[in-house]
């Protein structure tokens, strides 16, 4: 008997533009879109801290190293955090579950900033009873 849904945030919960990431925080450092997608996305840094692997103190730091400038901690978590938009589609899904007793759960590979956001921004992280997150 199905007692349990586990959902993923990104592009389930909320979508999100990688692109408007990387401009938003090359504006930070006058760097283009596409140089900061080279530095975060294709150097494998981005999954690091989405994983984990890097605290927001620790991303932010190399940050600052690679484009050799200070960049303020606040603003750059918030350049790469304002990437969602909800989907609203998902929610009456939820409720639903939620109606018919179901526990729901979050299991994503979502670094803290990500999650922080979505639930500050959004009402649908509180629709679950447990986060399973990086």
Same mark, same amino acid.
């Given at each position: 008997?199905?007692?349990?849904?586990?959902?993923?945030?990104?592009?389930?919960?909320?979508?999100?533009?990688?692109?408007?990431?990387?401009?938003?925080?090359?504006?930070?450092?006058?760097?283009? =879109?596409?140089?900061?997608?080279?530095?975060?996305? =294709?150097?494998?840094?981005?999954?690091?801290? =989405?994983?984990?692997?890097?605290?927001?103190?620790?991303?932010?730091?190399?940050?600052?190293?690679?484009?050799?400038?200070?960049?303020?901690?606040?603003?750059?978590?918030?350049?790469?955090?304002?990437?969602?938009?909800?989907?609203?589609?998902?929610?009456?899904?939820?409720?639903?579950?939620?109606?018919?007793?179901?526990?729901?759960?979050?299991?994503?590979?979502?670094?803290?900033?990500?999650? =922080?956001?979505?639930?500050?921004?959004?009402?649908?992280?509180?629709?679950?009873?447990?986060?399973?997150?990086?």
């Amino acid at each position: 008997m199905i007692r349990t849904f586990l959902f993923d945030m990104g592009n389930v919960l909320a979508f999100f533009s990688h692109a408007k990431m990387c401009e938003q925080m090359g504006h930070l450092c006058g760097r283009s =879109e596409s140089e900061i997608r080279t530095l975060l996305i =294709e150097s494998g840094k981005q999954w690091e801290y =989405e994983r984990g692997q890097l605290t927001p103190a620790e991303f932010h730091q190399w940050f600052e190293r690679e484009v050799d400038q200070s960049v303020d901690f606040d603003a750059l978590a918030h350049a790469g955090s304002d990437i969602f938009e909800l989907n609203t589609s998902i929610l009456p899904v939820l409720d639903s579950l939620k109606a018919g007793g179901y526990r729901l759960v979050l299991l994503s590979n979502t670094c803290v900033s990500h999650f =922080e956001f979505v639930w500050n921004q959004y009402d649908v992280l509180q629709r679950f009873d447990d986060y399973v997150t990086s």
